[in-house]
């Protein structure tokens, strides 16, 4: 395979993918979360600043940049709302994703991996743009204590079991970092043979 090999991490809320993540730099990959493109998006694209205002008012922005919690109190309470939001941030956050491994195989010397922790890569439709897909999972009640009572995000997602049937890795995070980090690395070893 070309390098670098695309891998995504994906999972449910608080199964520790950005630890994972964080897992896979220590291990020399190149990684990008799509919860930081999401943050540098609000803060930087001018565009899609214009569409929010235009959409909900002001009242979503404090001191002229957005409020993640003005936008996050909308779109948790209307479906509508959160299927809008994510068709603005979607198609942007995929250009950065393709730029950045497009700029990463350009490269003199690419790195052998680059690693996108993207929590809704299934809902999305986007493993196909992966090589690997890696799934980090968690019982309900510990992704529970990690994070308080999972809202009603959960119902929309594609459940656990599916996304562990379709991934080339998978990992239910219910013990240790440590056990956490030792799956990354069996990972990583076995990326680094294909």
Known sequence: MARPLAVAVTGGIAAGKSEALAAFARRGAL???????????????????????????????????????????????????????EGQLHPRVRRLYEGWLDELRASADPPALAVAEIPLLYEAGGENRFDKVVVITAPAQVRAARRGPVDDRESRLIADEEKLRRADFAFVNDGSLEALDAFVAGVVEELASC
């Open 31 to 85: 990684v990008s979360s799509s919860d930081e493109i999401v943050h540098r998006l609000y803060r930087e694209d001018d565009e899609l600043k214009a569409e929010l205002r235009a959409r909900w008012g002001d009242g979503v922005f404090a001191g002229g940049e957005v409020d993640r919690a003005a936008v996050g109190r909308i779109v948790f309470e209307d479906r509508a709302e959160l299927a809008w939001l």
